[in-house]
C-alpha cells in the first residue's frame, strides 16, 4: 500500500473537494482519500499494483481537475532517502513547488485580465441597478436616460463576452452537470446567469418569442455581467492569496547553506552542500552558516542558534558538542563531523512538519460552499419542479400559452433569486472590512479562516523570546564584590574591553556605558580567549572578562542563575571585583496585554525552547501560569497538537523559524512583523511592531468579523427562503401573487444591498 502526497489542480469550493474524494474512492485500489481544499492537495493511499496517479487524473480530468504526482513520497523509507543521489536532487522540485507556482501564477495573470475587464463594467452596471431600484420607489428620482432598446443592445454584447469569456468556468459547471451529474457553487451561478443570458437573449434577438409567451419587456443582461463580476473578482483574490502556498517552504529551503568547505585527502575543498556525505570533516570560520548536522571534532565558537532554537543569546560551543545546520557561527572557526544531511538534518525536519502541518489543517472554507451540496440541487429541483407544474397542471385552469408563460418566468425567477449574488457577497464583503479594520489597527490577517478560527480560540500559546520578551539579552544586574569599584566603574571597564570582542553578549555590555552615559577608556593588549573569555590591559590593569567556573558555588552566581540569566565574571589584577548579569527581558507591554487576554476568559501559555529555569522566571513576571519549556523544535508543533487533541481550539504566537511548524499546525498562527520571514509566511495573522498588545484586538476583531459573516448569511439566505417559493408560483393559486422576474432581480439586489451595508458597519467598530 503506497500513501502519497499529490497538487490538485482546478479545485473552486468546499464542494468541489467532496467531488474529488467521491470520484476517486470509487476506483478500485484505492483504500482512502483525504483532499484538502484549503492546501490543495490530496494525500491518498492506494495499491500501486491496481491504480495509478495516469488512471486517477483519467477518472477526475473530466470533471475539470488533475493531480500532480510529483510530491513527496511518505512511503519512501529513510534508508531509501539516505541512499538517494542528493546531488541530483532540487529539494523545492521534489516538494512540488516549482510546477504549484507557475501553474498559480498562470492561473492569476488570466484571471486578473477578466477582473479589469469585468469589474468597471460591473461596477457601472451595478449602480444603475440601484439607479433603476430607487428610481421605482422614490418619484423625485429623475428616470434613467437611456432608452430601453439601445440599453439592450448594449449590454446584449457586453453580456455575451462576460458569459463565454469571463463566466466560461461557470459554463463549462453547466455542461459537467449535464453530462457527469455533478454540482458545486459554480453550477448553480451557471445556471442562473445562463437562463438569464438566453431568456434576456431571446427577448431582444426574437420580439415574436416574448409575445408568443406573454412575457413583459424585461432583460436580465445587467444580473449576468454583476454576478459574474463580482465572483470573478472573489475567485482572483481567492487564486491571489492561495499563491502564497508554498512560500514558506521555500524560504526554509533559502535558509540552508548552498556551499560546504569541507577536508578531503588533507585539502580544504568547497563544494556544494548536496553533496556532502556522512562523516565529511567541514571547517566554518567566523561568521559562516553551518551547513549541515554535526559534532565538533575542533576548536571552540559561539553559534547564533535564535533561528533554530529560539535562544536569544547564543550558545558557546566545545568539542563534542552538536551544531545545527543554517545557524550562524559567530565567533571562532570550528571543525566538525557530519553526522545528518538532506533530509535527516533538524532544518529538512522542519520543513517536513511545516508541510505536514498545512495538509492536515480541515479545509475552510465559506459557509456557502459547504452547504452548496444540498443547496444547488434543491434550487434546481424547485425550478425544473415549478416550470413543469405550471405548463401541465396551470394549463387546465389556463391557456396553455399563459402557463407556459407562467412557467417560464417562474423557472428564470427562482433560479434569478437563487443566483448567489449575496451568497457570494456575504463572507468576502465582511471579511474585505474587517481585514482593513485590522490594518488600521496594524493586524495583517491573511485569509477569512483566521479570522474564523481566531473567534473561536480558547487557548494563546506563546513563545518566549522575541514574543513576550525583547528578544535581545540586556543587562540586568551589575554586583560589586570590590569597595574600590562602584557598578558605573565596573561597566566602564567591561564595556570598554567587551567593544573590542565579536561575542553576541559584548555587545549588551557594551552597550550599557552608553545607556549610562559613560565614556569608553582606552584599552590596549586585547586578546580574545575562545569559548572562554578576553583579557585587556585598561588603566593600566590587567581585566580577565570571562563566565564562571563550572560548579561554582558563589551565592550571587547561583542566584543570578536560578533567574535563568547568564552572568559575567570581572577580573581586575587577578581578583574578581564584580559580576555582570544578562537577560532577555520582557516586553513593555507583555504584562498588561496577557492580563487583558486572561480577563477575556482565554487560557495563556508559554511555549519555549529556552530552559526551564528561565521560562518560569520571564512566566512569573508576565504572570503566565503553565510553562512548556526546553522543548526542542521538532517538538513544538506536537505540544500544540496535544492540546488540540484535548478539545482546545489554540493560536500559537510566535517569530521565530523554529516556531514556524507550530504556527502552521495551530488553529490559527499569529506572529510578529519584527521576526523571520518563514515566521511570517506561516502565520495566518501577523502584528506590526511586535506589537503583542494586538492580540486581543485581533480576538474582538474576529469575533464582530464573523458575527457580521452570519449576520449577512442569514440576510442572503432569508430573502432565498421567502423568494424562491413565491418565485415558483405558491402563492398564485391561494392570493394571485406570483413573483415576476423583474422583482425577483430587485429582490436579488436588495439582497446585495443588505448584505453590503451590514458589512460596512465594521467600519466604525472600535476594538
Same mark, same amino acid.
Given at each position: 500500500?503506497?500513501?502519497?502526497?499529490?497538487?490538485?489542480?482546478?479545485?473552486?469550493?468546499?464542494?468541489?473537494?467532496?467531488?474529488?474524494?467521491? $470520484?476517486?474512492?470509487?476506483?478500485?485500489?484505492?483504500? @482512502?482519500? +483525504?483532499?484538502?481544499?484549503?492546501?490543495?492537495?490530496?494525500?491518498?493511499?492506494?495499491?500501486?499494483?491496481?491504480?495509478?496517479?495516469?488512471?486517477?487524473?483519467?477518472?477526475?480530468?473530466?470533471?475539470? !481537475?488533475?493531480?500532480?504526482?510529483?510530491?513527496? +513520497?511518505?512511503?519512501?523509507?529513510?534508508?531509501?532517502?539516505?541512499?538517494?543521489?542528493?546531488?541530483?536532487?532540487?529539494?523545492?522540485?521534489?516538494?512540488?513547488?516549482?510546477?504549484?507556482?507557475?501553474?498559480?501564477?498562470?492561473?492569476?495573470?488570466?484571471?486578473?485580465?477578466?477582473?479589469?475587464?469585468?469589474?468597471?463594467?460591473?461596477?457601472?452596471?451595478?449602480?444603475?441597478?440601484?439607479?433603476?431600484?430607487?428610481?421605482?420607489?422614490?418619484?423625485?428620482?429623475?428616470?434613467?436616460?437611456?432608452?430601453?432598446?439601445?440599453?439592450?443592445?448594449?449590454?446584449?454584447?457586453?453580456? @455575451?463576452?462576460?458569459?463565454?469569456?469571463?463566466?466560461?468556468?461557470?459554463?463549462?459547471?453547466?455542461?459537467?452537470?449535464?453530462?457527469?451529474?455533478?454540482?458545486?457553487?459554480?453550477?448553480?451561478?451557471?445556471?442562473?446567469?445562463?437562463?438569464?443570458? &438566453?431568456?434576456?437573449?431571446?427577448?431582444?434577438?426574437?420580439?415574436?418569442?416574448?409575445?408568443?409567451?406573454?412575457?413583459?419587456?424585461?432583460? !436580465?443582461?445587467?444580473?449576468?455581467?454583476?454576478?459574474?463580476?463580482?465572483?470573478?473578482?472573489?475567485?482572483?483574490?481567492?487564486?491571489?492569496?492561495?499563491?502564497?502556498?508554498?512560500?514558506?517552504?521555500?524560504?526554509?529551503?533559502?535558509?540552508?547553506?548552498?556551499?560546504?568547505?569541507?577536508?578531503?585527502?588533507?585539502?580544504?575543498?568547497?563544494?556544494?552542500?548536496?553533496?556532502?556525505?556522512?562523516?565529511?570533516? %567541514?571547517?566554518?570560520?567566523?561568521?559562516?552558516? &553551518?551547513?549541515?548536522?554535526?559534532?565538533?571534532?575542533?576548536?571552540?565558537?559561539? &553559534? +547564533?542558534?535564535?533561528?533554530?532554537?529560539?535562544?536569544?543569546?547564543?550558545?558557546?560551543?566545545?568539542?563534542?558538542?552538536?551544531?545545527?545546520?543554517?545557524?550562524?557561527?559567530?565567533?571562532?572557526?570550528?571543525?566538525?563531523?557530519?553526522?545528518?544531511?538532506?533530509?535527516?538534518?533538524?532544518?529538512?525536519?522542519?520543513?517536513?512538519?511545516?508541510?505536514?502541518?498545512?495538509?492536515?489543517?480541515?479545509?475552510?472554507?465559506?459557509?456557502?460552499?459547504?452547504?452548496?451540496?444540498?443547496?444547488?440541487?434543491?434550487?434546481?429541483?424547485?425550478?425544473? @419542479?415549478?416550470?413543469?407544474?405550471?405548463?401541465?397542471?396551470?394549463?387546465?385552469?389556463?391557456?396553455?400559452?399563459?402557463?407556459?408563460?407562467?412557467?417560464?418566468?417562474?423557472?428564470?425567477?427562482?433560479?434569478?433569486?437563487?443566483?448567489?449574488?449575496?451568497?457570494?457577497?456575504? @463572507?468576502?464583503?465582511? %471579511?474585505?472590512?474587517?481585514?482593513?479594520?485590522?490594518?488600521? !489597527?496594524?493586524?495583517?490577517?491573511?485569509?477569512?479562516?483566521?479570522?474564523?478560527?481566531?473567534?473561536?480560540?480558547?487557548?494563546?500559546?506563546?513563545?518566549?523570546?522575541?514574543?513576550?520578551?525583547?528578544?535581545?539579552?540586556?543587562?540586568?544586574?551589575?554586583?560589586?564584590?570590590?569597595?574600590? !569599584?562602584?557598578?558605573?566603574?565596573?561597566?566602564?571597564?567591561?564595556?570598554?574591553?567587551?567593544?573590542?570582542?565579536?561575542?553576541?553578549?559584548?555587545?549588551? &555590555?557594551?552597550?550599557?556605558?552608553?545607556?549610562?552615559?559613560?565614556?569608553?577608556?582606552?584599552?590596549?593588549?586585547?586578546?580574545?580567549?575562545?569559548?572562554?573569555?578576553?583579557?585587556?590591559?585598561?588603566?593600566?590593569?590587567?581585566?580577565?572578562?570571562?563566565?564562571?567556573?563550572?560548579?561554582?558555588?558563589?551565592?550571587?552566581?547561583?542566584?543570578?542563575?536560578?533567574?535563568?540569566?547568564?552572568?559575567?565574571?570581572?577580573?581586575?589584577?587577578?581578583?574578581?571585583?564584580?559580576?555582570?548579569?544578562?537577560?532577555?527581558?520582557?516586553?513593555?507591554?507583555?504584562?498588561?496585554?496577557?492580563?487583558?487576554?486572561?480577563?477575556?476568559?482565554?487560557?495563556?501559555?508559554?511555549?519555549?525552547?529556552?530552559?526551564?529555569?528561565?521560562?518560569?522566571?520571564?512566566?512569573?513576571?508576565?504572570?503566565? +501560569?503553565?510553562?512548556?519549556?526546553?522543548?526542542?523544535?521538532?517538538?513544538?508543533?506536537?505540544?500544540?497538537?496535544?492540546?488540540?487533541?484535548?478539545?482546545?481550539?489554540?493560536?500559537?504566537?510566535?517569530?521565530?523559524?523554529?516556531?514556524?511548524?507550530?504556527?502552521?499546525?495551530?488553529?490559527?498562527?499569529?506572529?510578529?512583523?519584527?521576526?523571520?520571514?518563514?515566521?511570517?509566511?506561516?502565520?495566518?495573522?501577523?502584528?506590526?511592531?511586535?506589537?503583542?498588545?494586538?492580540?486581543?484586538?485581533?480576538?474582538?476583531?474576529?469575533?464582530?468579523?464573523? $458575527?457580521?459573516?452570519?449576520?449577512?448569511?442569514?440576510?442572503?439566505?432569508?430573502?432565498?427562503?421567502?423568494? %424562491?417559493?413565491?418565485?415558483?408560483?405558491?402563492?398564485?393559486?391561494?392570493?394571485?401573487?406570483?413573483?415576476?422576474?423583474?422583482?425577483?432581480?430587485?429582490?436579488?439586489?436588495?439582497?446585495?444591498?443588505?448584505?453590503?451595508?451590514?458589512?460596512? $458597519?465594521?467600519?466604525?467598530?472600535?476594538?
Amino acid at each position: 500500500m503506497i500513501s502519497k502526497s499529490f497538487k490538485v489542480n482546478g479545485m473552486h469550493c468546499a464542494s468541489c473537494s467532496a467531488i474529488i474524494s467521491d $470520484r476517486l474512492t470509487k476506483l478500485d485500489g484505492i483504500k @482512502t482519500v +483525504d483532499v484538502n481544499f484549503a492546501t490543495e492537495k490530496a494525500k491518498i493511499d492506494f495499491d500501486g499494483e491496481k491504480v495509478n496517479p495516469d488512471l486517477m487524473n483519467s477518472e477526475i480530468e473530466k470533471l475539470g !481537475y488533475t493531480i500532480e504526482s510529483n510530491e513527496g +513520497d511518505s512511503s519512501l523509507s529513510s534508508d531509501t532517502v539516505m541512499n538517494m543521489d542528493m546531488s541530483n536532487m532540487d529539494h523545492s522540485e521534489h516538494l512540488g513547488l516549482h510546477s504549484s507556482k507557475e501553474i498559480k501564477e498562470k492561473e492569476l495573470a488570466e484571471q486578473k485580465n477578466k477582473v479589469w475587464f469585468v469589474m468597471p463594467l460591473a461596477l457601472i452596471i451595478f449602480v444603475f441597478m440601484m439607479w433603476d431600484i430607487f428610481d421605482n420607489i422614490f418619484l423625485s428620482i429623475p428616470d434613467i436616460p437611456i432608452s430601453m432598446g439601445v440599453a439592450n443592445s448594449v449590454l446584449l454584447i457586453f453580456a @455575451t463576452v462576460v458569459m463565454f469569456w469571463v463566466g466560461k468556468p461557470f459554463v463549462l459547471g453547466v455542461v459537467r452537470f449535464i453530462k457527469y451529474r455533478v454540482a458545486n457553487m459554480d453550477t448553480l451561478i451557471g445556471i442562473g446567469t445562463l437562463t438569464a443570458y &438566453i431568456y434576456s437573449a431571446g427577448i431582444v434577438l426574437f420580439p415574436q418569442f416574448q409575445k408568443l409567451i406573454q412575457a413583459p419587456n424585461v432583460t !436580465y443582461f445587467d444580473v449576468v455581467i454583476v454576478v459574474i463580476g463580482f465572483v470573478t473578482f472573489g475567485k482572483y483574490l481567492e487564486t491571489k492569496s492561495k499563491q502564497k502556498t508554498g512560500e514558506a517552504i521555500e524560504k526554509l529551503l533559502n535558509l540552508q547553506a548552498k556551499t560546504a568547505l569541507v577536508m578531503r585527502n588533507g585539502v580544504e575543498t568547497e563544494i556544494f552542500v548536496d553533496d556532502v556525505v556522512l562523516g565529511d570533516m %567541514i571547517i566554518v570560520k567566523p561568521g559562516g552558516k &553551518i551547513p549541515v548536522d554535526g559534532k565538533i571534532i575542533e576548536g571552540n565558537t559561539s &553559534i +547564533d542558534e535564535s533561528m533554530i532554537t529560539g535562544e536569544s543569546i547564543p550558545s558557546d560551543k566545545v568539542v563534542g558538542d552538536i551544531v545545527i545546520g543554517a545557524t550562524i557561527n559567530k565567533q571562532g572557526s570550528i571543525k566538525f563531523e557530519a553526522t545528518k544531511i538532506g533530509g535527516e538534518t533538524m532544518l529538512s525536519n522542519i520543513i517536513k512538519m511545516v508541510e505536514e502541518a498545512q495538509g492536515s489543517k480541515a479545509p475552510i472554507a465559506a459557509m456557502a460552499d459547504r452547504i452548496s451540496s444540498v443547496f444547488v440541487p434543491i434550487v434546481l429541483v424547485i425550478a425544473f @419542479t415549478s416550470l413543469l407544474v405550471w405548463i401541465f397542471v396551470g394549463g387546465m385552469f389556463m391557456s396553455q400559452a399563459t402557463a407556459i408563460s407562467y412557467g417560464i418566468l417562474s423557472f428564470v425567477g427562482v433560479l434569478v433569486i437563487a443566483c448567489p449574488c449575496a451568497l457570494g457577497l456575504a @463572507t468576502p464583503t465582511a %471579511i474585505i472590512v474587517g481585514v482593513g479594520k485590522g490594518a488600521e !489597527y496594524g493586524i495583517l490577517v491573511k485569509g477569512a479562516e483566521n479570522l474564523e478560527f481566531l473567534s473561536k480560540v480558547d487557548t494563546i500559546v506563546f513563545d518566549k523570546t522575541g514574543t513576550i520578551t525583547k528578544g535581545k539579552p540586556e543587562v540586568t544586574n551589575v554586583i560589586t564584590l570590590d569597595n574600590l !569599584y562602584s557598578e558605573d566603574e565596573i561597566i566602564k571597564i567591561a564595556g570598554s574591553v567587551e567593544k573590542m570582542s565579536e561575542h553576541p553578549l559584548a555587545e549588551a &555590555i557594551a552597550k550599557e556605558v552608553e545607556l549610562r552615559k559613560l565614556s569608553y577608556e582606552l584599552v590596549s593588549n586585547f586578546v580574545s580567549l575562545e569559548g572562554v573569555g578576553v583579557k585587556a590591559e585598561v588603566l593600566n590593569k590587567n581585566v580577565y572578562i570571562h563566565k564562571p567556573e563550572r560548579g561554582d558555588k558563589d551565592e550571587n552566581i547561583v542566584t543570578l542563575q536560578e533567574e535563568g540569566k547568564t552572568v559575567v565574571v570581572i577580573e581586575i589584577d587577578n581578583k574578581v571585583v564584580g559580576l555582570i548579569a544578562l537577560s532577555d527581558t520582557l516586553k513593555d507591554e507583555a504584562i498588561t496585554s496577557i492580563e487583558k487576554l486572561n480577563k477575556m476568559g482565554l487560557e495563556v501559555i508559554m511555549l519555549t525552547g529556552d530552559n526551564r529555569i528561565a521560562a518560569e522566571y520571564i512566566a512569573k513576571q508576565a504572570n503566565i +501560569d503553565t510553562v512548556i519549556a526546553e522543548v526542542l523544535p521538532n517538538e513544538k508543533a506536537g505540544k500544540i497538537k496535544e492540546l488540540q487533541s484535548r478539545g482546545k481550539i489554540v493560536a500559537m504566537v510566535g517569530d521565530g523559524i523554529n516556531d514556524a511548524p507550530a504556527l502552521v499546525q495551530a488553529n490559527v498562527g499569529i506572529a510578529m512583523a519584527t521576526g523571520t520571514d518563514i515566521a511570517i509566511e506561516s502565520a495566518g495573522i501577523t502584528l506590526l511592531h511586535g506589537d503583542i498588545r494586538k492580540i486581543s484586538q485581533a480576538v474582538m476583531l474576529s469575533k464582530a468579523t464573523m $458575527r457580521t459573516v452570519k449576520q449577512n448569511l442569514f440576510w442572503a439566505f432569508i430573502y432565498n427562503a421567502i423568494g %424562491i417559493p413565491i418565485a415558483a408560483g405558491l402563492l398564485y393559486p391561494i392570493w394571485g401573487i406570483f413573483l415576476n422576474p423583474i422583482f425577483a432581480g430587485l429582490a436579488m439586489a436588495f439582497s446585495s444591498v443588505s448584505v453590503v451595508s451590514n458589512s460596512l $458597519r465594521l467600519k466604525v467598530k472600535k476594538l
